[in-house]
C-alpha cells in the first residue's frame, strides 16, 4: 500500500508576504480542512494534518515558487487538488501547481539541493554591481563566522554560489542549500 502526498507549488506576495510560517502552515491547515482534502493524520492524543514546507520565507519576504507537501489519503487528481485549495487561499497565498507523488521513507524535501532567488537592488548602478559580482565570483572561498548556541564556525559559501547575474536592477542567484 503506497503512501501518496500531493507536492504543492504556492507563493507568498503582496502584503501576505508580512505572514510567519505559522501562520502560513495555519492557512494551508484551514484551507485543507475547509475543502475536505483527504489528509492523513498523526497518530496519538491531539492528531494533525501532516504538512510539511520545505523552507520557511523570512517575514517579509515574497517568495513565487515555495513548496509544501501534504500528505493524502488515496490516489487524487492533481486538479481536483488545485481547484479545491485555490478557491480556499487568497490570491497572494496562491497556488500555482500541484503533483500528486509516491511518498518516500525520508522528507519529500531532503533531496533538494539548489533554490533560485532575485533580489532588488536600490541605489546602485548595474554596471558596479555587475563588476562586484565578478570579483566575488573570482574568489575561491568568502567565509562567514557563524556562532550558535553550543559552537562557532567558520563557513566557506564559495562553494554554494552556483549562478549570479546583474538584470536590470536585480540580482539573479542560484544558491546551494546543502553544505
Avoid at 500541484?98 to 548595474?126: G, H, M, W
Wanted: contains cysteine.
Amino acid at each position: 500500500n503506497q503512501r501518496l502526498y500531493a507536492r504543492v507549488i504556492f507563493r507568498k506576495t503582496g502584503l501576505l508576504r508580512f505572514l510567519g510560517h505559522l501562520d502560513v502552515h495555519r492557512s494551508f491547515d484551514r484551507a485543507i480542512r475547509r475543502a475536505k482534502l483527504p489528509v492523513e493524520y498523526s497518530q496519538g492524543f491531539s492528531p494533525h494534518s501532516l504538512i510539511s514546507f520545505a523552507m520557511p520565507l523570512p517575514v517579509g519576504v515574497a517568495g513565487e515558487n515555495e513548496l509544501c507537501a501534504i500528505d493524502i489519503t488515496g490516489q487524487w487528481d492533481p486538479m481536483a487538488i488545485y481547484k479545491a485549495l485555490s478557491r480556499q487561499l487568497p490570491a497572494e497565498l496562491g497556488i500555482v501547481g500541484v503533483q500528486v507523488l509516491a511518498r518516500p521513507k525520508r522528507s519529500p524535501f531532503a533531496d533538494l539541493q539548489l533554490a533560485d532567488y532575485r533580489a532588488e537592488i536600490c541605489n546602485t548602478e548595474p554596471e558596479r554591481l555587475q563588476e562586484a559580482i565578478e570579483v566575488l565570483l573570482q574568489q575561491d572561498e568568502l567565509i562567514i563566522h557563524r556562532q550558535t548556541k553550543s559552537k562557532e564556525l567558520d563557513l566557506n559559501l564559495r562553494p554554494r554560489i552556483y549562478g549570479l547575474q546583474v538584470r536590470n536592477s536585480n540580482v539573479l542567484m542560484r544558491l546551494g542549500l546543502t553544505p
